[in-house]
């Protein structure tokens, strides 16, 4: 997957600004006039990072950060602001759990560094859940092998503590593979 951004904002220009400033980075990225155009993207295409805006007419970036939460909680997601209170950096900070917190104008250098940042940590949160979806399926079909061949994933040592491996021959793994295969 391409290392896409969504940018959403109800001011044009800041949008210009942000695609501008990020032009030579090896981003593909879009932007939305608001959060709920925001979110009709984010159907169609998968965002690994998005910037929002906090003051928009509609539904604000607090609202629409906490939606992009409970919709697609991977999307590691930043709050840019030129209007910083405490009570809506408060809001967005708890309903949206924003990564980073921006108020404009922005340091360029420093939004740089924060979305290579939040896109590293998507990719590896990513590569975490398909470990952990490789480690549940191969706890399956390690069970599957117990069930069929008690005994199989038991480990033997040796009194020096070295781990015994029985001999078997290459016929009697290939039986073995050949009826496992047949249970399916």
């Given at each position: 997957?391409?290392?896409?951004?969504l940018?959403?904002?109800d001011?044009?220009?800041?949008?210009?600004?942000?695609?501008?400033?990020?032009?030579?980075?090896?981003?593909?990225?879009?932007?939305?006039?608001?959060?709920n155009?925001?979110?009709q993207l984010?159907?169609?295409?998968?965002?690994k990072?998005?910037?929002?805006?906090?003051?928009?007419?509609?539904?604000?970036?607090?609202?629409?950060?906490?939606?992009?939460?409970?919709?697609?909680?991977?999307?590691?997601?930043?709050m840019?602001?030129g209007?910083?209170?405490?009570?809506a950096?408060?809001?967005a900070?708890?309903?949206?759990?924003?990564?980073?917190?921006?108020?404009?104008?922005w340091?360029?250098?420093e939004?740089?560094?924060?979305l290579k940042?939040?896109?590293?940590?998507y990719?590896l949160?990513?590569?975490n859940?398909r470990?952990?979806?490789?480690?549940?399926?191969?706890?399956?079909?390690l069970?599957?092998l117990?069930?069929?061949?008690?005994?199989i994933?038991?480990l033997?040592?040796?009194?020096?503590?070295?781990?015994?491996?029985?001999?078997?021959s290459?016929?009697?793994i290939?039986?073995?593979?050949?009826?496992?295969?047949r249970?399916?």
């Open positions: 997957m391409e290392h896409s951004i940018i959403v904002d001011e044009p220009h800041v949008i210009s600004a942000l695609m501008r400033g990020l032009d030579e980075e090896p981003y593909l990225i879009q932007g939305a006039p608001g959060g155009e925001a979110l984010m159907t169609q295409h998968r965002f990072v998005v910037i929002s805006d906090e003051k928009m007419p509609g539904m604000d970036g607090a609202e629409f950060l906490g939606r992009v939460k409970e919709l697609y909680p991977e999307t590691v997601r930043i840019l602001t209007h910083a209170s405490i009570e950096t408060m809001r900070v708890n309903s949206g759990e924003i990564y980073r917190f921006f108020t404009k104008p340091n360029d250098t939004l740089k560094l924060a940042s939040a896109v590293e940590k990719d949160e990513e590569e859940r470990l952990l979806r490789t480690v549940q399926h191969q706890s399956q079909e069970k599957f117990e069930k069929s061949y008690p005994g994933s038991a033997r040592r040796e009194s020096d503590g070295a781990i015994r491996i029985d001999d078997i290459q016929d009697e290939d039986a073995i593979i050949e009826q496992c295969n249970q399916r």
